[in-house]
């Protein structure tokens, strides 16, 4: 998932004539969803999203506050073509969620915004009609969001868990040889010291 995120001054959504949706200060958030994202996508999302600190606080100081704690608030426009692909210098979107399953999912995305923060502040556009977004960027500030990759095939999975158990062997074998050579060195160079098995039964130890 890849979001766009403009700390503005006031954002507008607009489909032909009428306006759907306005703001004053806060964020206007661009949001791609793409055909692999999951629920730990969209958690990760609405987290960064409402958490990033983009606003001074009371007394001036720069990147302190995000949009909750400043109490602004939140345009989310849906954005397939952040998930856009070049082929040349066509665009192609088929990593895209299709607009079926896209259109649930963002859904839920705002409802999750609305449950972790104040419901009449975060704003959407029109889901899939052709929107004008007029954006008065302050700063301006921009930032580029992407949520983290990770496998979603059980089967990728289970490759990975098993590297990881195999390079965790190895680890453990290597230390094991290591102790037996050095052991054995010790040995050559004193045979009467012990390995430290047993404890210290060198004869000189005092009673």
């Not at 999302?45 to 602004?72: C, Q, T």
Request: proline share 5%; charged share 30%.
């Amino acid at each position: 998932m890849k979001a766009i995120i403009q700390r503005v001054t006031k954002a507008s959504v607009t489909v032909g004539e009428d306006q759907v949706s306005s703001i004053g200060r806060g964020i206007c958030v661009l949001l791609g969803i793409s055909v692999d994202d999951t629920q730990r996508d969209a958690e990760y999302m609405v987290r960064k999203i409402l958490n990033l600190r983009l606003f001074e606080d009371e007394n001036g100081r720069a990147w302190a506050k995000s949009v909750m704690e400043r109490e602004f608030e939140v345009l989310c426009v849906s954005q397939f073509t952040l998930q856009c692909i070049l082929k040349g210098n066509k665009p192609d979107f088929h990593s895209a969620m299709p607009a079926e399953l896209a259109q649930p999912f963002y859904n839920s995305i705002l409802e999750s915004m609305r449950s972790a923060y104040k419901p009449e502040l975060i704003k959407d556009g029109n889901f899939g009609a052709y929107m004008q977004v007029n954006i008065l960027n302050d700063g301006p500030v921009t930032v580029e969001l992407t949520s983290p990759a990770g496998p979603t095939d059980p089967k990728q999975l289970s490759k990975l868990e098993k590297q990881q158990l195999r390079k965790e062997k190895v680890r453990s074998k290597g230390h094991s040889e290591s102790a037996r050579e050095k052991a054995s060195l010790r040995s050559r160079q004193d045979p009467s010291a012990s390995s430290g098995a047993e404890g210290d039964v060198s004869s000189d130890r005092e009673p």
